[in-house]
């Protein structure tokens, strides 16, 4: 390896598809190869020097010549790479895939650029070859749907249902941006299906704007395929697409180039172009006749010069109705509603679609609401019970921990209110069960007092998991096994059955610990 480096590190490598250091044609399936500093993901971040190739769509390296190929990016097709930063080191890249980033270090700036290039050029032979071969496709198996690579072993279960359950939802069956059929991919903070090329697009977008998940590779808790259905390309379209026909944008088709596709997605997430101006006047927000008892929101605004309707959206269950309504209908305007006061009061009616607009607008999913008791709408959220639009919120970047003007956070607002899915959703998502509220009670201590014996035995089984954590060190392991399965057993409850976890008082108080 050393005398094949030699002789690459002497050649003149330039720009031309000739002479370049990587081919793509390779007989060994070898893209490009060569010695590479890798830095450690450790405390320390050490440099070691590896032999890196890029061989059959993949990224891997070797310690020494009869080493076993690590692999560090599973399918090119998932990543972006980029020109690194390193305070200390020079010819740095970045290769990023979904679950972790991998910083590099060549031995010039030329072989940093081939290296960049090598790896560009093979994400983008990567997609033509998926392209071609959805072309080629005429039908898929009944009894499967396999993902976009074909990995050893079996099929992992579960993972058919998840694809069918959410490419059934509403404009769920092609691609949110580009309408290629049969999406396999997920942003799960929006709630929408995508195709690998779109995926990867928002993928390069930040965390901040989508969260990209695959629906036949990864595992599905639960409450994110609940969310996952409650949303859709077609609600989330209605707000990000509202303006386009007013406009002389196309949206790009299946065929079109990547970087149409691109220059479509930044647009429409990152720079919003296309989105409704929220209504000047007249514009509000029909609270559903079925929460006929739910409380006048401080929010709400003396009534404006009535204008024309606006376009009706209905979403499962409640309604987002823009109308002019009756003057005993309970309604608020949204004209004098920030965004963030807007994802406030949606919340509250666990209604989707609008706290998705809210978010569009531009709302801060942490918005406190200083005239409610400096509420937030997770805590809005939780009054309810619900899973759903929390799960939204957090998926969205909501704090789990931020607390009221009483001291308490979403995880004592669930557990005064008994709602044991939730605490169960925020324990798993990082909820402090040591924090105090004004009269010094924790979360236990409060689930002790109303005699909520699931939810104590929640609180106890994350406390000791946290300790046994603790006590391993970092390199222990994620989590007791009897802690992972009652947890699991809770999440699949409170998504599919919540009635079982409604149990009478009587119940909880003989209930075994």
């Known amino acids: 390896m050393e005398q094949r480096h030699t002789v690459i590190k002497q050649k003149d490598v330039i720009y031309d598809d000739s002479l370049m250091e990587f081919n793509m044609e390779a007989p060994n399936g070898v893209v490009m190869e060569g010695y590479l500093y890798k830095r450690a993901s450790n405390a320390f971040k050490t440099w070691n020097r590896r032999w890196f190739s890029i061989q059959n769509n993949q990224l891997v390296y070797q310690k020494k010549l009869k080493d076993n190929l690590t692999v560090v990016v599973e399918d090119l097709r998932l990543c972006t790479v980029k020109t690194g930063v390193d305070n200390e080191r020079r010819f740095c890249f970045e290769v990023v895939s979904p679950t972790k980033s991998c910083m590099l270090q060549a031995d010039s700036e030329k072989h940093q650029q081939t290296w960049i290039q090598a790896v560009q050029n093979s994400i983008a032979t990567a997609f033509n070859e998926r392209r071609e071969d959805n072309y080629s496709k005429t039908e898929r198996s009944a009894t499967m749907s396999p993902g976009v690579f074909d990995f050893p072993g079996e099929a992992k279960p579960g993972k058919e ?33 995508l195709c690998i090329e779109c995926s990867g697009i928002h993928r390069s977008l930040g965390v901040h704007f989508s969260k990209v998940r695959s629906l036949t590779l990864d595992s599905w808790e639960p409450e994110l395929l609940k969310l996952m259905c409650e949303l859709g ?20 088709h299946p065929g079109s180039p990547r970087q149409e596709k691109e220059a479509w997605i930044r647009a429409k997430y990152v720079e919003k172009k296309f989105i409704q101006k929220l209504p000047e006047s007249a514009v509000r927000l029909h609270k559903s006749s079925s929460k006929p008892n739910q409380r006048t929101s401080t929010l709400e605004r003396p009534p404006k010069p009535e204008k024309p309707p ?20 309970s309604t608020e305007e949204l004209r004098d509603l920030h965004p963030g006061a807007l994802l406030y009061r949606a919340a509250a009616l666990q209604n989707l679609p609008v706290m998705a607009d809210a978010l569009a607008h531009g709302a801060d999913v942490n918005w406190v609401n200083t005239s409610d008791e400096n509420k937030t709408p997770l805590i809005q959220a939780v009054t309810p019970g619900s899973l759903v639009a929390c799960e939204f919120l957090l998926q969205n970047g909501a704090h789990v921990n931020q607390m009221d003007i009483h001291s308490r956070g ?24 040591t924090a105090v509220d004004e009269n010094g009670k924790n979360p236990i201590t409060i ?42 057993d809770f999440s699949q ?21």
């Not at 694809?163 to 941006?177: H, P, R, T, Y």
């Not at 689930?447 to 970092?474: F, H, P, Q, W």
């Open 410 to 433: 979403p995880l004592h607002h669930a557990t005064i209110h008994g709602h044991t899915g939730l605490v169960c959703l925020f324990l798993k998502r990082g909820a402090s069960q």
């Open 493 to 513: 409850m409170a998504s599919n059955n919540p009635e079982k976890l409604k149990r009478k008082s009587h119940e909880l108080r003989t209930s075994t610990l």
């Open 233 to 252: 390309n077609s609600n989330i379209n209605q707000i990000y697409e509202a303006r386009i026909e007013d406009m002389t944008v196309k949206k790009p």
């Open 161 to 193: 249902k998840v694809l069918e359950q959410v490419q059934s939802i509403g404009g769920n069956a092609l691609c949110c941006d580009c309408n290629e059929p049969l999406p396999e991919w997920a942003s799960i903070n929006l709630g929408i299906t």
């Open 310 to 329: 606006k376009p009706f959206v209905k979403s499962r269950g409640k309604d987002v109705n823009y109308k002019t309504p009756s003057p005993n209908e």
């Open 447 to 488: 689930a002790i007092d109303t005699a909520n014996a699931d939810i104590v035995t929640l609180l106890r089984l994350a406390k000791m998991n946290e300790e046994l954590r603790e006590s391993e060190g970092v390199f222990g392991q994620s989590g007791d096994e009897t802690y992972n399965d009652i947890f699991r």
